[in-house]
């Protein structure tokens, strides 16, 4: 009663209606902005392939799956509160060919 502007509730054993009261204790702003996919690549031109092999086409790529997140919360991702760990992070690099 002494102190109105304490952060978290008292912590006590007893019956009390401020335990189940509706509160924003636990609110946290949940806005976020997330680059989920970034995919760069390089195309060789038609002229560098000799054709000796027979490939039409090579292309070189790197693509990247949620690499970054902008967000208040730093413990977890904010698109899913639920789990207690941050979204896995994906990077694959490749190579495509094309006979």
Known sequence: EENQQARFPRLTLLDNTNNTAMNTVWLEDRSFAKLRH???????????????????????????MDLLTVSKIKERDPEIMTAGYPAAKSIHIGCKLNF
């Open 38 to 64: 970034c995919e760069l690549y390089y195309r060789f031109a038609n002229k560098w392939l000799d054709g000796a092999l027979g490939i039409d086409n090579v292309k070189l790529y790197v693509r990247g």
